[in-house]
């Protein structure tokens, strides 16, 4: 079954070929050090886009207030966008644009696709490492790349992209900075990274599965991160090719998205017009709603795996979970318009994508009832990936239900563009997802680090997130309901200060009560709290790879799958020997069986019944 | 393709390839040809440009891709990709020009 | 432990590695193109009524780069199967005729760009429109071929075509002066008269805009393609003498590119050219 290659052979295959620093750490093809990478440097930009946030926060609670400690800073940085240490609407929208940039395309997505899919799927399907491991380095080199591009628009005159995370033209084409530019150009290098690696994954996941590791035998997290490369890979090539037409519009003068009789400023642009901004809409979200499922399944395979390690029980449902994922990513590609309820299509193609938005709750409510199912009757066990991944539950699930009034167009006339919109996704990525990405940190650190990460420290870090996160984001329902909208670069005070003539406060939007507003200052406070909240975590992080408990064993958590199976950590080339796969993923409290979990490429006992493969593959 | 060929199967295969080479030619001149005579129809002179261009299409892919006779897995992949092109022309053309919906106005 | 299924096939898939890489790499790029072509679809859908020019290219022209390419994707197959009868120097002049034709190609390309990019609209100020090829121009005058042949050239919609893409009444494109029924081929403008001027670049119209987008990203792959063909017909041939098998693969992988290269030309060449 093996082939050897007489050329390229891993280093570690010769003992004494000692590839030295650069080609161990920097330029590695190994994809446990490329995972490493990829998780080092998202989590840094996740770090960053968290604390434009925390700079946005405050502007939103003390609108024109000069910035404690930072606004200084940002004044030498930015120069008149931050004059006196106030944050300007320029600045805010550049900030709130990056933010949102930073977060799903250098942090979330790097983390949960690239980080966690490159150090575990090779092992958990029994692979030596990723089917293209050179394609894999340069996936994270074009990665670093585009995030080197898009930070390094912060510091030209008129700065970074400021027309939204979206990049809605004809705004983002006639705003007088370069940042623009800077963003499409960035967005290039990152997608490509994107393609690369999901090439990658789907041909490592096809090809390169041990024997005995049939499709239905995969742990779930593998299915998960299966179903988000072909969104990857067929989502991201139209946003690719929209990018290439903005860039051709701030670059080129052509007119893709300018439609004719643009005025700017008064004056007729001097575009030859006959372009659309709807059409940019729609390859945006074409791209923008599989990538709502890119954030959250592998979220979903990592809760998936720590639900079943520490109940001891299978997944109830396995069949459920992967037809459930496969599902959504199918639908995943034809409900993209539910963004553009307002832009005018008419009630027919309305009523198309609202249908569809609602058959794909389906399939969500699925997996979250399978997980929850699960519990039941399970032995379980409280440490701190555990803890993440129950409270993601209940917090994907408010995510998920307040998505629902979104999806209807009629509802969504109302919530179109408000703080509840910023409530539902931030449910479902930051209490959701990114719970279950701190959830996998804590789980995987033993196996590629040999040491635990402090507990206790766990602990504090998920109680006081938890309690933070809800903090900031529960308010922002009621505000957005009562029709507090997106984007305001001063948190509503100018709308909520025009007053009537009867002296009673009134404005354009609608009559807020004064809650919207006084509910700013709760939210910044709880932000800054959630900021403070994640330094514990830094901290364990880092001190825990010397100082950490050390693991009695290759397998600490006692888990089935193949992952476990190992040296700790791995060393290049993975498993000693070929690994089988004897049974499925999740054989834990096995009637009759000696230990109460039997890992996947351990042999039946002879003269033991043996189970049949599920499938053919 | 996914099997070991003996140099006799190539060389058929090779007869099979020039047969498509000169299938390409002549398309193309037949495309040419009828891009110079005016239908009233529009849309008819769009299908019959896209029926050609699908023919040339199918004799790559399939001859010189291999693709006739691929593996299940290739099939699955592409098949995928087909359906959300369409998806994507489609549903972007129905919300945009929806008055003009299959009608190209000329 | 080493990756297996580099050079031969996985029983179950009945694939090896780098051809379903290849498999679905193409799979994104048919995305990407083809959200290139709704982008087309939908711009001329949009457009008012005779706003899209036609005729603007040049079909001979076109359709020598179209058999230039069918060209190269049968010598880029010949190839393959050259290897596959262990005949090496057979791969050699095929290959080499692949990278020639795309040279030509490319060359060719060059050459339209250029075409386009030296052909001006001038609307003076008393709103007539002079069309053609600079000639000449210095800080006084600008002189233009203006050509009878038509190119089209409905910039604002104001033009009437029959099918072919022949304005029915050139004279509405040339200067009013100098119309008086003859063939002057040059025609002098004044920097004076002239209140825009502009060349048919991609700025010009959202025909042009598509147009060169297209090609101009098919160029690219035309480029990528034509360097990794021509590293393994050079440096990268060594590679036979040692495992010729995964030689033979990656030809056989640089030329499922190649193919697709092809087949998004197939499309093109209808779709802007003729339609």
Same mark, same amino acid.
């Given at each position: 079954m093996q082939h ?6 891993? *280093? ?112 958990q399907i029994g692979a030596p ?19 080197? !591009? ?21 705004? *983002?084409? !006639? ?29 490592? !996941?096809?090809q390169l599965r041990a024997p005995g590791m049939t499709w239905?035998r995969m ?49 007729? *642009? ?267 975590? !830094? ?23 193949l992952?476990?199976q ?8 993975n498993f000693?020997g070929q690994p089988v796969a004897y049974r ?16 996947q490429n351990q042999p039946d ?8 493969a599920?499938a053919k593959h | ?106 | 432990m080493?990756?297996p299924y580099?050079?031969?096939?996985r029983e179950d898939t ?262």
């Amino acid at each position: 079954m093996q082939h050897t290659t007489t050329t390229h052979t891993s *280093a570690a295959a010769h003992a004494h070929h000692d590839p030295g620093f650069w080609r161990t750490y920097i330029f590695s093809t190994d994809h446990k050090v490329i995972g490493i990478q990829y998780a080092v440097t998202s989590l840094a930009f996740m770090f960053f886009g968290f604390f434009l946030m925390i700079l946005m926060r405050w502007q939103l609670a003390w609108p024109g207030q000069p910035i404690p400690v930072f606004g200084g800073i940002l004044q030498k940085i930015v120069g008149d966008m931050a004059a006196g240490g106030v944050m300007t609407s320029d600045l805010y929208n550049s900030f709130g644009a990056m933010h949102g940039t930073i977060m799903i395309f250098l942090g979330v997505v790097p983390m949960a696709f690239a980080a966690f899919g490159n150090y575990v799927v090779p092992l958990q399907i029994g692979a030596p490492d990723m089917a293209f491991p050179r394609i894999n380095m340069a996936s994270y080199q074009s990665f670093v790349i585009g995030g080197i !591009i898009l930070m390094i628009s912060f510091f030209i005159p008129g700065g970074a992209a400021q027309a939204g995370w979206t990049s809605y033209p004809p705004l *983002a084409s !006639i705003i007088p900075t370069n940042g623009q530019t800077f963003w499409l150009v960035g967005m290039v290098f990152v997608i490509t990274s994107s393609l690369l690696g999901s090439v990658n994954f789907l041909a490592t !996941i096809i090809q390169l599965r041990a024997p005995g590791m049939t499709w239905m035998r995969m742990p779930f997290f593998v299915w998960a991160q299966f179903v988000t490369g072909f969104l990857l890979l067929l989502a991201f090539p139209p946003l690719e090719a929209a990018a290439i037409m903005q860039l051709m519009d701030k670059v080129a003068g052509t007119s893709f998205f300018l439609p004719t009789g643009l005025l700017v400023s008064d004056q007729l *642009a001097p575009i030859s017009g006959g372009g659309s901004p709807l059409l940019w809409q729609h390859l945006f979200w074409f791209l923008g709603h599989p990538e709502v499922y890119v954030l959250i399944l592998p979220a979903m395979g990592i809760v998936c795996e720590i639900i079943c390690n520490n109940t001891r029980k299978p997944i109830w449902g396995y069949r459920s979970l992967v037809y459930s994922s496969m599902a959504i990513g199918f639908l995943s590609f034809i409900v993209w318009a539910h963004h553009m309820y307002l832009t005018g299509m008419g009630t027919a193609i309305s009523t198309f994508f609202q249908t569809t938005t609602m058959i794909i709750s389906i399939p969500s409510v699925i997996i979250l009832t399978v997980f929850f199912i699960t519990l039941w009757g399970g032995s379980i066990r409280f440490n701190t990936p555990m803890l993440f991944v129950l409270a993601f539950l209940p917090m994907f699930g408010i995510g998920g239900l307040t998505g629902l009034p979104l999806g209807l167009a009629y509802a969504d006339l109302h919530l179109h563009d408000t703080y509840y919109v910023i409530a539902h996704f931030h449910y479902i990525v930051a209490p959701g997802t990114i719970f279950a990405l701190f959830a996998g940190v804590y789980y995987w650190y033993p196996k590629a680090t040999g040491r635990f990460m402090s507990e206790f420290w766990g602990k504090v870090h998920f109680w006081t997130s938890l309690f933070f996160i809800n903090l900031v984001f529960q308010p922002m329902f009621a505000q957005g309901m009562a029709g507090m909208l997106r984007r305001m670069s001063d948190g509503g005070a100018f709308y909520g200060e025009s007053v009537d003539a009867s002296g009673a406060m009134a404005n354009v939007i609608g009559a807020w009560p004064a809650s919207v507003i006084q509910s700013n200052i709760t939210i910044s406070i709880a932000a800054f709290g959630l900021a403070l909240a994640q330094i514990p975590f !830094i901290v364990n992080f880092f001190v825990s790879m010397h100082n950490g408990k050390k693991v009695e064993s290759d397998n600490p958590w006692q888990a089935t799958t193949l992952e476990w199976q190992t040296p700790t950590p791995p060393p290049h080339g993975n498993f000693v020997g070929q690994p089988v796969a004897y049974r499925g993923p999740y054989e834990y409290s096995v009637p009759g069986a000696a230990g109460d979990f039997v890992p996947q490429n351990q042999p039946d006992a002879p003269g033991a019944p043996r189970k049949p493969a599920s499938a053919k593959h | 393709m996914a099997h070991t060929h003996s140099p006799e199967e190539i060389k058929k295969s090779v007869r099979k390839y020039m047969m498509v080479f000169g299938a390409l030619l002549v398309g193309t001149v037949i495309t040419v040809a009828a891009s110079y005579i005016h239908f009233e129809n529009f849309t008819f002179t769009v299908l019959l440009a896209l029926f050609i261009a699908s023919i040339k299409a199918f004799l790559v892919a399939g001859w010189f891709m291999h693709l006739i006779s691929e593996r299940k897995m290739i099939y699955f992949i592409l098949t995928a990709t087909v359906f959300f092109f369409a998806g994507l022309v489609y549903l972007t053309l129905w919300s945009m020009a929806p008055d003009s919906f299959i009608h190209i106005r000329r | 432990m080493e990756i297996p299924y580099t050079v031969h096939e996985r029983e179950d898939t009945g694939l090896y590695n780098a051809k379903v890489g290849i498999w679905l790499f193409l799979a994104s790029e048919v995305m990407l193109f083809g959200a290139l072509f709704s982008a087309y679809i939908l711009l001329r859908v949009g457009a008012s009524p005779g706003a899209w020019p036609t005729g603007l290219l040049n079909v001979p022209i076109g359709t020598v780069n179209t058999i230039v390419l069918i060209t190269s994707s049968i010598t880029v197959v010949m190839a393959w199967a050259s290897l596959k009868m262990n005949q090496f120097g057979k791969f050699k002049m095929y290959q080499t005729i692949t990278v020639l034709c795309a040279l030509m190609f490319c060359g060719i390309k060059s050459y339209e760009y250029y075409d386009k990019f030296t052909h001006y609209e001038i609307i003076k100020h008393d709103g007539t429109v002079v069309d053609g090829h600079l000639v000449s121009q210095n800080t006084n005058e600008v002189v233009l071929h203006v050509s009878h042949k038509a190119t089209g050239a409905a910039t604002h919609g104001k033009e009437e075509h029959n099918a072919a893409g022949q304005p029915k009444d050139s004279a509405k494109n040339e200067s009013a002066s100098h119309a008086a029924g003859g063939h002057h081929d040059e025609v002098r403008v004044p920097r004076s008269e002239i209140r825009k001027m502009e060349n048919y670049g991609p700025w010009h119209n959202t025909y042009l805009a598509i147009y060169f987008t297209l090609t101009g990203l098919h160029a690219l792959h035309v480029i990528g393609g034509a360097a990794v063909i021509a590293y393994l017909l050079g440096p990268g041939s060594k590679m036979w003498k040692t495992e010729p098998e995964r030689f033979t693969n990656r030809i056989e992988v640089s030329g499922l590119f190649w193919h697709f290269v092809d087949l998004v030309w197939i499309f093109l060449f209808p779709v802007l050219y003729l339609l």
